[in-house]
């Protein structure tokens, strides 16, 4: 139990185009999920919260309207990245709390790496 | 702020030596997790301590909860080239909003065969 799944697993796009990843939680409901990046050789940056059915809470430096988050169903949040540039290349993994099992553990998809060329 | 801060930043071992990774911060937490993540793979939950003083073993992989709860440790007995991979601490933020975690920098390990 407890699987989340990202999709794509890598994408490519050229700069100033959008795209978008969707973190699905395949065998539980997830009120609450998050998005994090991650820079070669760094540990991970939490990026926004996710919450089902209102707005994400996003952390300081994260551009809200750049990285938009929609949240519209206990399974699926998804992440796009509009208008993206090369800098915004990375590994970006969501991950998701299974409130049975209290509220420290999360899960993480297996993440999808942007390439912006 | 919180922070995690973890060492030895990078680990590189023969296979069958053992190995100590610590979790290290100046702040009280409820529960620490540790994460182990391969390249291009998202992190895997390895365990949760929530008792100071606790100790849990996973295989040859044990993990131990400080007394004040500021710190823990992961040892791994017998490391095996499988073992390899980053070694992620984790614990609630409890000044961000619901529940998120924050991260220590990681241990990269690398056993050699």
């Known amino acids: 139990g407890a699987v989340v799944s990202q999709h794509p697993s890598r994408v490519i796009c050229k700069s100033g185009t959008s795209v978008k990843i969707e973190c699905r939680s395949l065998d539980f409901q997830a009120t609450t999920m998050f998005w994090y990046r991650q820079f070669p050789k760094q540990s991970l940056m939490l990026m926004a919260t996710?919450?089902?059915?209102?707005?994400?809470?996003?952390e300081q430096g994260v551009e809200k309207d750049k990285f938009l988050i929609n949240h519209a169903s206990l399974t699926l949040s998804t992440l796009t990245v509009t208008s993206a540039h090369p800098e915004d290349s990375s590994f970006y993994i969501c991950s998701a709390r299974v409130p049975q099992r209290g509220s420290y553990e999360q899960y993480f998809g297996p993440g999808t790496r942007l390439t912006v060329t | 702020t919180q922070l995690l801060e973890q060492s030895p930043q990078f680990l590189s071992i023969q296979e069958g030596e053992n190995l100590t990774v610590y979790c290290n911060s100046s702040s009280v937490f409820s529960s620490l997790q540790w994460y182990r993540q391969e390249p291009g793979e998202g992190p895997v939950l390895l365990v949760t301590?929530?008792?100071?003083?606790e100790v849990k073993k996973l295989k040859r992989l044990t993990f131990q909860f400080g007394d004040a709860r500021k710190d823990s440790s992961l040892h791994i007995t017998a490391a095996q080239p499988g073992d390899t991979g980053l070694y992620l601490c984790a614990a609630m933020n409890y000044g961000g909003s619901q529940g998120n975690l924050i991260f220590g920098k990681g241990t990269k390990l690398s056993v050699k065969p």
């Open positions: 301590v929530v008792t100071g003083g």
């Open positions: 996710s919450n089902e059915g209102s707005k994400a809470t996003y």
